[in-house]
């Protein structure tokens, strides 16, 4: 950490000047071969790992025809290149998007289209040569799939799918990453990427009963592995201990108690983040889901909510529907998809996310708050990429935007948006997302918050903003780490249950 800076602000923030090479060579560390085999990857780089890379790309454009179109479609009309926050941050031109998708895009045409086999350097066309797979490493891992680059393409090419594709090549060759792929295989032995096993779990869940009861004078309780419970919480392991998610699990937990609802969370599924999406590939993608449909069976809910992590939202409001029958997309023939789909109830939106829960109470009416206990606080709320580009909340366009924002201003009084080129749907990535929330690429992670700290950086100047709420665990995670190196405070970043817990008005008081 200690040779870590943070890039200086930008006084008029353009395009930056170009460093070529700035990133060459970063790159996370490689998993080895206990960790990929564990996942069923080959365990290093196989030998004919060149014709079974290109067979695997073969593969994938067969199966998503949208990758197809991603490699043809784009007129190198410029829009993307200075969208990405990695680039701003680095200056590395093959961190614009466009050139990100060329480090593929070029070996696409060598291999699958005619003028690349023919006439290679008319077309810009490569050979996957060993050089190049190292290239495909080192920048497709620096690509946090936040799709703000999509945003601003006229074409739609989203260089997260780009991505995404690139690291299944990568991983199908025994080429993956370590840390997405090691955490990947906790979930599956685990239940969880922090690792943690089912009675630390319990004494966690004990020690906020009593911390809770300390504070309040009331029994709140954190049910686990409770059959017939009505709701079941899946939310991120960070929210079991780490700070400041914990005290988001708190403002769950009240909510849960204050509106009278049955509730549990699992020691199975004891995660809401699903890295499979982040390696691209689909198995396992869909046999993480498949733990929570195991358990939302074996406890018998009616409901699953999901509680504050961006990606695990994608997950669950894009693909759980067909992965695992959550909602209303059970699989013909998928005899578990739709005994779920029986079991759950369908007058609730199918899954939940804890933010739409949170707020239909208050517009019920079911919860009460002091608005001052949050005076201390001066708010700005940061949109998480998945939620922003790849979710919704609500039955309103807009609801993921919208719903976590009424939730805070029903429940504080200060609050202020950041510059709006930078929020909403246009949102900057926190810089650590994607799989890429590592140390290993510390350096990466602060140069690409840069864009984030900068317009924080003003309503802090303008409004004295003491506070970012976000509804995501690699953002809080993320910020908490590279907010010091900004010269912030680390607490400035939290929950927006965070900010319901301190609210909340519980009991008679
Ligand atoms: S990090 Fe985001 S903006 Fe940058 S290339 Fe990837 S998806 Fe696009
Ligand atoms: S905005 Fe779209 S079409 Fe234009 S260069 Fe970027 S990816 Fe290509």
């Not at 079974?52 to 593969?59: R, S």
């Not at 291999?111 to 797979?133: H, I, M, N, W």
């Not at 789909?341 to 208050?362: N, S, V």
């Not at 998945?386 to 919704?392: D, I, K, P, Q, T």
Request: overall charge neutral; charged content about 25%; proline content about 4%.
């Amino acid at each position: 950490m200690a040779d870590v800076a943070a890039p200086p602000y930008r006084v008029i923030p353009i395009i930056p000047a170009l460093k070529p090479g700035a990133m060459e060579g970063v790159k996370p560390f490689i998993a080895g071969d206990k960790i990929n085999t564990a996942i069923g990857f080959p365990g290093e780089l196989v030998a004919d790992w060149h014709d079974k890379a290109i067979a695997k790309m073969g593969e994938l454009l067969a199966k998503y025809r949208s990758l197809k179109v991603y490699m043809d479609a784009c007129v190198h009309c410029g829009a993307c290149a200075d969208k990405c926050h990695y680039f701003i941050g680095t200056q590395d031109p093959k961190n614009m998007p466009v050139a990100r998708q060329d480090l593929m895009r070029s070996v696409y045409r060598r291999y699958f289209t005619l003028p690349g086999k023919l006439f290679p350097k008319l077309v810009g066309a490569r050979d996957l040569t060993r050089e190049v797979l190292d290239e495909w490493y080192s920048y497709f891992h620096q690509c946090s799939e936040c799709r703000r680059c999509s945003v601003f393409c006229p074409y739609g090419i989203d260089t997260a799918e780009v991505t995404m594709a690139a690291r299944e090549i990568l991983d199908a060759v025994g080429y993956g990453q370590k840390y997405s792929n090691e955490i990947i295989g906790k979930v599956h032995r685990i239940g969880n990427n922090l690792g943690l096993p089912g009675p630390a779990l319990r004494d966690t869940l004990e020690g906020l009963e009593e911390d809770v009861k300390d504070a309040t004078g009331i029994d709140v309780r954190f049910p686990i592995d409770v059959k017939g419970a009505d709701v079941l919480l899946i939310t991120p392991s960070a929210d079991f201990f780490a700070e400041p998610h914990i005290d988001s699990l708190v403002g769950y937990a009240k909510v849960f108690h204050a509106t009278g609802t049955s509730w549990t969370l699992s020691s199975m599924a004891s995660e809401a983040g699903n890295f499979g999406m982040f390696i691209g590939n689909y198995e396992q993608l869909r046999s993480i889901a498949l733990r929570i449909r195991e358990v939302a069976l074996e406890l018998g809910v009616k409901r699953i909510v999901v509680g504050e992590c961006g990606h695990a939202w994608r997950v669950a409001y894009s693909f759980w529907n067909t992965l695992t029958g959550v909602g209303d997309g059970a699989e013909a023939g998928d005899h578990f998809a739709q005994l779920l789909q029986k079991q759950l109830d369908h007058r609730y939106k199918q899954p939940t996310h804890i933010c739409e829960f949170t707020w239909d109470a208050i517009e019920r009416g079911l919860l009460r708050f002091d608005k001052s206990k949050n005076d201390r606080h001066i708010i700005t709320f940061h949109d998480s990429c998945n939620v922003a580009r790849g979710s919704r909340m609500g039955d309103f366009a807009g609801g993921q935007f919208e719903i976590p924002r009424n939730i805070i201003k029903a429940v504080a009084n200060n609050f202020y948006e950041m510059s709006p080129e930078t929020t909403r749907e246009q949102t900057f990535c926190c810089g650590g997302g994607g799989g890429l929330l590592t140390d290993d690429l510390i350096d990466l992670r602060v140069k690409g918050a840069l864009p984030r700290m900068e317009v924080l950086q003003q309503v802090v100047d303008e409004h004295g903003v003491n506070f970012m709420a976000t509804i995501c665990a690699i953002c809080k995670a993320q910020f908490t780490k590279v907010l010091p190196i900004y010269g912030f405070d680390r607490r400035l970043v939290g929950g927006v249950h965070q900010l319901v817990s301190n609210a909340i008005i519980l009991g008679d008081n």
